[in-house]
């Protein structure tokens, strides 16, 4: 008795794909790859979240309640303190207060942040590393960053600047530094003082806390109704304040601290619908291949009776299928990989923590994402798969229509780059000019990516067309090296609706990864000319109450080996039309050593005389640029310049207009310098702390004329740039997990076109090509695929990356990372080319023989 399972449509695709396994692999192995970075990205937003709820100890977990003044109250007394602890039910009570002060004893401007903690106990938040904790008046416990960088230990002294009588200047406090601490509660990123609060009020000057910490007794909390009646209790000892749960406080701090790596996450995962739509691409032209490489089958289908409707159906179910068991297979390997980060992660060093629970919600909806998935990426190639004629039946072998697209397609594809073109023309026109503050640059950024993806849609429609005039250019060099590489220019040209479907989506993957790299490099340059701009060196030194500092101070500064790129120079007002400016002498090569400081128009190699360096506001008001000639006013007669450079922004130390030190003497300004700047010749804690020494050494004394120094931070500068490295090296894994799903496409176009291509390569083995040219040709068709996409997506990412910088950052500079680029090429062109070495292996064994054979 026959199987009527097995005598339905639906039934024979089941078993035929139970019967080869293999197509499963080759359809499934996208969209298994989509399941696994879309739970991939569910598991590490997991395990973020548990080590920072893991290494994060804000308030301590023995605080049961926390209690604050209103918005509009008071600070808390101690006399409020003393009454909470008499409070039946609480068993202990710390207040908290939070300040700082300036230090004396240096000409740099130095802060230590102040906080109350008792230093031991269930409720302190400082943990003793060297030393004692403070045990009466006059003294502090510094934490190690107040340590390293102020270079403090046990014994050690520091003056405290405190408002003085009715708020009218400062008086100094001289403390003793008795241990050295480590907080809990933060990460030490802040030099901060501890001390226990009724010192550290006195010290503030201060009668009142900011915040008390209760720990309860057992019985208040673990009964719910005593813990309300004890919150109550406190309200009536302190009217007004607000009574928190610690669990609640908790709650808010870890969501706090969490939310940082969460915006990240966020952004992940927008990016994540990049490599998942680049999965059904992948899997809709897999879908067509095999169903084109099993038209015979269909065709029977088709004369022993199944409708165009029932074998649509039937294929849908079958990507259905193919779905379900990649969803499954990529969530669990996904969950598996998660379960191995954070003790792999330990063995390097990095304690990161598994999350306690399954994401059960999250994988179910996984699986039933890709199963959506490959039923969108079959729909197609389905319907057009299940209107085969059933003479088709009749036929040797699957023919393998390729053809470049219809005139629709082609109309479709020229309606999108119409499209495209417009809306990046309208972004163009309307960009912001320097200093433009009504400009919406979400709006911008949301068309041009509105133009990006018509551009994309662009290179589908028209892929097919594109692909042989762009092969005609790159293929010259290979058509030189023998009959492998003409038969591979062939063979790739000769389906170039195959060529196109790979090539886009790794043109799809070049794109985004080629546009993140540019932008990056040229917010970098941007983040770099700003800390040039900000921080132009590392000590500013100007006068305080006269126009100018000493001559030799300059000179003396540079004999301190501890200090280095000592410069002195000169600013004045200058009148521009109706505005005054600032005009400075100093030589932009010495900011930072040139590095950063970028032209817009023009050098800013040597400044010749009678040349100035324009700042972009007062370029764009005068409309000039490198070559132009400027008129300014400075004392009342007018100087002619010549423009030899414009910048992208703001110039250092607010200058508006840069001229050589001959210029601005010959215009009647003293040779005295009005500003000295110097940089840490030695990196590191350290060779900060002796930079600063030698400067107030030389300061020492009247005849420098009550000088000031300002610490430039240039660390805390690069802490953005730092951000942006990390946020863009997250963001370019993520888009590389496209270019991994096209080069998984690669493998499967090249799997199954050696089984359709078998006569053709035993044809060419009986007419003499060794199997090492055919293993050579089937490889470098391959690596075609991704020079084609690569070319393609590069030709899209530049354009629109300067488009991007120009809407996102006015004054970037646009900067091209030309050898990331062609690293990312050359990676890319092996990475498809090594993709195809297994087809080429398999296509190499074909016997001549085969030629001669009936493909299935």
């Not at 004999?559 to 932009?588: G, M, N, Q, Y």
Request: net charge neutral.
């Amino acid at each position: 008795m026959r199987n009527p399972w097995r005598a339905t449509v639906l039934g024979s695709q089941v078993t035929e794909l139970l019967r080869r396994p293999g197509r499963f692999a080759a359809t499934g192995g996208s969209l298994l790859i989509a399941a696994f970075v879309v739970f991939g990205a569910v598991m590490a937003q997991q395990i973020i979240t548990a080590t920072v709820v893991e290494k994060f100890r804000g308030t301590p977990e023995a605080v049961s309640l926390v209690v604050t003044p209103d918005d509009d109250g008071e600070d808390i007394g101690e006399a409020r303190l003393r009454e909470i602890r008499k409070t039946p039910g609480v068993a202990g009570a710390v207040g908290r207060i939070d300040g700082g002060s300036p230090l004396e004893g240096s000409a740099v401007e130095r802060y230590l942040d102040l906080s109350a903690d008792p230093g031991a106990g269930a409720l302190a938040e400082v943990r003793l590393l060297n030393g004692a904790y403070p045990s009466g008046p006059g003294r502090l416990a510094v934490n190690t960053q107040a340590a390293k960088e102020y270079d403090l230990a046990p014994g050690s002294s520091l003056t405290l600047l405190r408002p003085g009588p009715d708020g009218e200047g400062t008086r100094p406090v001289t403390v003793e530094v008795s241990g050295i601490v480590r907080s809990t509660a933060t990460n030490d990123a802040e030099p901060t003082g501890y001390a226990p609060g009724p010192q550290l009020g006195e010290l503030l000057g201060v009668s009142g806390y900011s915040r008390i910490d209760i720990r309860t007794d057992t019985a208040s909390s673990a009964v719910g109704s005593a813990s309300a009646e004890l919150t109550e209790r406190i309200r009536q000892a302190v009217p007004g304040a607000q009574v928190r749960s610690g669990d609640e406080v908790r709650g808010q701090e870890t969501h706090e601290a969490v939310a940082e790596a969460k915006d990240i996450l966020e952004l992940v995962t927008v990016f994540l619908a990049v490599a998942v739509g680049a999965a059904v691409l992948v899997a809709t032209s897999t879908f067509r291949l095999v169903f084109a490489w099993r038209v015979r089958q269909l065709a029977l289908l088709r004369a022993i009776g199944a409708t165009e409707r029932r074998l649509a159906a039937a294929l849908v179910a079958e990507g259905a299928v193919v779905g379900l068991l990649a969803g499954l297979t990529g969530v669990l390997a996904a969950w598996g990989c998660g379960q191995l980060v954070p003790p792999v992660a330990g063995r390097f060093g990095h304690d990161l923590f598994a999350a306690s629970q399954v994401p059960l919600t999250e994988a179910v909806l996984t699986v039933a994402g890709t199963v959506v998935l490959a039923v969108l990426a079959v729909l197609a190639p389905s319907l057009s798969a299940s209107r085969v004629s059933p003479l088709e039946a009749l036929r040797s072998a699957a023919t393998g229509k390729d053809a470049a697209g219809g005139i629709g397609r082609t109309l479709l594809g020229l309606l999108c780059a119409a499209g495209a073109a417009g809306l990046a023309w309208q972004q163009y026109e309307g960009l912001p000019q320097p200093g433009d503050a009504e400009y919406d640059r979400f709006e911008a950024l949301t068309v041009v990516v509105l133009s990006g993806g018509l551009a994309f849609l662009t290179l589908i429609a028209l892929g097919p067309r594109l692909v042989r005039p762009v092969l005609s250019g790159l293929a010259v060099p290979l058509r030189r090296t023998g009959a492998a590489g003409r038969l591979a220019v062939a063979g790739v040209g000769g389906a170039p609706g195959r060529a196109a479907s790979v090539s886009v989506v790794v043109a799809l993957g070049v794109c985004l990864v080629g546009s993140t790299l540019t932008c990056l490099a040229s917010l970098n340059a941007y983040e770099r000319y700003r800390q040039a701009v900000e921080a132009p060196a590392d000590f500013h030194l100007y006068a305080r109450d006269s126009e100018s500092l000493d001559r030799s101070l300059a000179a003396d500064l540079a004999s301190h080996p501890e200090l280095a790129d000592v410069t002195a120079f000169r600013t004045s007002e200058v009148a521009e039309s109706t505005r005054s400016a600032t005009i400075s002498d100093l030589d932009l090569a010495t900011v930072r050593s040139g590095v950063g400081l970028t032209a817009r128009t023009g050098s800013l190699g040597h400044l010749d005389p009678a040349h100035v360096v324009v700042d972009a506001e007062y370029a764009h008001r005068l409309g000039v640029q490198a070559g132009d000639r400027v008129t300014l006013t400075f004392r009342g007669r007018p100087v002619q310049l010549t423009v030899a450079a414009t910048l992208p922004g703001t110039g250092p130390y607010g200058g508006n207009f840069f001229v050589p030190a001959a210029d601005l003497s010959r215009m009647g300004m003293a040779a005295v310098p009005t500003t000295v700047t110097a940089n840490v010749s030695k990196d590191g804690a350290q060779g900060r702390i002796r930079a600063r020494r030698a400067i107030t050494d030389t300061l020492t004394g009247p005849e420098r004329g009550a000088g000031r120094v300002i610490a430039e931070d240039s660390a805390g500068q690069a802490g953005g740039s730092d951000d942006l490295r990390t946020m863009a090296t997250t963001v370019i894994m993520v888009l590389g997990l496209s270019v991994l799903v096209a080069v998984a496409g690669v493998a499967t176009t090249a799997s199954l076109t050696v089984v359709e291509r078998k006569r053709e390569f035993g044809l060419l083995r009986a007419l003499g090509l060794s199997a090492a040219a055919v293993h050579r040709m089937v490889t470098v068709e391959c690596a075609l695929y991704g020079v084609l996409g690569a070319v393609l997506g590069l030709a899209l990412s530049i354009p629109y990356s300067w488009l991007v910088v120009r809407v996102a950052q006015t004054s970037a500079p646009f900067s091209v990372p030309a050898w990331e680029l062609a690293t990312v090429f050359t990676v890319l062109v092996l990475l498809t080319g090594a993709a195809g070495i297994l087809p080429a292996l398999r296509a190499s064994r074909t016997s001549p023989v085969a030629a001669l054979a009936q493909t299935e």
